[in-house]
């Protein structure tokens, strides 16, 4: 994999409804960037193995991974319950994680040549899949905040789910993303701790893009 130079590198670790995916998706539009929402390829393969029960093995993830798309990303079908819950028993397989890995690099490092760089957000980017990023973020906020925000977009969708079973099941999904064995959630020390809790999506957005102008010399 021959890396493209000088081009600029984003990532962003959060825990989940932290408002990570959005900020993505404004910098990505913003700075003309590459974005790669990491958790749902994790997604894919959930599904793949609700799928494809019988053929489902590393070498049938890896073929398919081989041949990924991101276009293939954009499923709803990605985001269904069930496949959430085989997405996190997938996601602490480690020869899993290495094929997953070497696909977000791929992106990360070698985005389309029309893009001036990569964005990607997940829960090991800075740690792991972009050590050595341009910029490093940490967004996180209270969480009963974080529930209100993903029970507002349940709501939206019309799924009837009740407030405390959302909260519930984000520390859940808190504690098994940073207790994991490999690849957990953390804050490096070099990532620039953004706490959304008070924060607006622009305000955020804003707080970002000052830091990123600094750098950048814009």
């Given amino acids: 994999m021959i890396n493209r130079k000088k081009i600029i590198t984003v990532a962003i670790d ?44 590393y070498n049938f993830i890896k073929k398919k991974i081989n041949k990924l798309k991101v276009d293939h990303l954009n499923k709803k079908s990605l985001l269904s319950d069930s496949v959430a819950v085989s997405a996190s028993i997938i996601a602490k397989d480690l020869k899993i994680r290495k094929i997953v890995h070497k696909f977000q690099q791929k992106c990360a490092y070698t985005p389309p040549k029309k893009y001036d760089g990569s964005v990607l957000d997940g829960r090991d980017i800075t740690s792991v899949i972009l050590k050595d990023a341009m910029f490093k973020f940490y967004i996180t906020a209270n969480i009963k905040i974080r529930a209100k925000r993903r029970y507002k977009e349940f709501l939206v969708s019309n799924k009837k789910i009740s407030y405390k079973k959302v909260l519930k ?35 955020c957005f804003k707080k970002i893009k000052a830091i990123m102008d600094r750098k950048l010399n814009y």
């Avoid at 808190?174 to 959630?185: I, T």
């Fill in 14 to 57: 959060s825990p989940a409804a932290a408002g990570a995916g959005t900020q993505a998706k404004l910098i990505a539009k913003h700075y003309n960037l590459f974005q790669l929402d990491t958790g749902l390829i994790y997604r894919l393969v959930g599904k793949m193995r609700l799928d494809n029960p019988k053929k489902f093995s």
């Fill in 169 to 203: 099941s984000l520390k859940n999904r808190d504690k098994s993303d940073r207790n994991r064995k490999f690849s957990p959630l953390k804050k490096t020390k070099d990532s620039i701790l953004i706490n959304t809790t008070k924060l607006s999506k622009k305000a």
